[in-house]
């Protein structure tokens, strides 16, 4: 049987909207005995600069709480990708699921993530992306659609 997405990506960030996404993926995934590859992306945290102490200079304590809220923003999105995987595992025992927890810029990882591995379908939710954040959302999905050379399906 020849199908046309066998490779699915979805973007997961643990928020209703991607979870909405994440069941389209899988019944899509389902119907086309496609591979299934969820893809959660941390938004780096950027530090702010204080050009009042010099080029770059910011107090050390706060680049550590920095990189401790970068810390405890991956062990959520880890955590969710997790329960999302088991849950589909016991739902769908025969459906082929990977996941894969990064950090960056979700729009830009996402696109490089699917183009690498040849994906035929990104699945996103309208808004979410960004989890915690989700003030970036709506933009996420925007710059996914206009910069990919994918079929992108968005789920409202």
């Given at each position: 049987?020849?199908?046309?997405?066998?490779?699915?990506?979805?973007?997961?960030?643990?928020?209703?909207?991607?979870?909405?996404?994440?069941?389209?993926?899988?019944?899509?995934?389902?119907?086309?005995?496609?591979?299934?590859?969820?893809v959660s992306v941390?938004?780096?945290?950027?530090?702010?600069?204080?050009?009042?102490?010099?080029?770059?200079?910011?107090p050390v304590t706060?680049?550590?709480?920095?990189?401790?809220?970068?810390?405890?923003?991956?062990?959520?999105?880890?955590?969710?990708?997790?329960?999302?995987?088991?849950?589909?595992?016991?739902?769908?025992?025969?459906?082929?699921?990977?996941?894969?927890?990064?950090?960056?810029?979700?729009?830009?990882?996402?696109?490089?993530?699917?183009?690498?591995?040849?994906?035929?379908?990104?699945?996103?939710?309208?808004?979410?992306l960004g989890g915690?954040?989700?003030?970036?959302?709506?933009?996420?999905?925007?710059?996914?659609?206009?910069?990919?050379?994918?079929?992108?399906?968005?789920?409202?």
């Amino acid at each position: 049987m020849n199908t046309m997405y066998k490779k699915i990506l979805v973007a997961f960030d643990g928020s209703e909207a991607s979870k909405h996404a994440l069941d389209h993926a899988v019944s899509i995934a389902e119907k086309n005995q496609a591979e299934l590859h969820i893809v959660s992306v941390v938004p780096r945290v950027m530090m702010p600069v204080f050009p009042d102490e010099g080029f770059g200079a910011a107090p050390v304590t706060a680049a550590q709480d920095m990189s401790d809220y970068q810390e405890r923003m991956k062990a959520v999105y880890g955590k969710s990708l997790e329960e999302a995987e088991s849950d589909i595992k016991n739902h769908y025992p025969d459906l082929k699921v990977e996941t894969t927890l990064m950090e960056g810029r979700p729009s830009a990882t996402i696109v490089d993530e699917a183009e690498t591995n040849d994906m035929d379908l990104i699945v996103i939710g309208s808004r979410g992306l960004g989890g915690i954040t989700g003030w970036i959302l709506g933009s996420t999905s925007r710059r996914i659609v206009e910069s990919c050379t994918k079929p992108v399906l968005v789920v409202k």
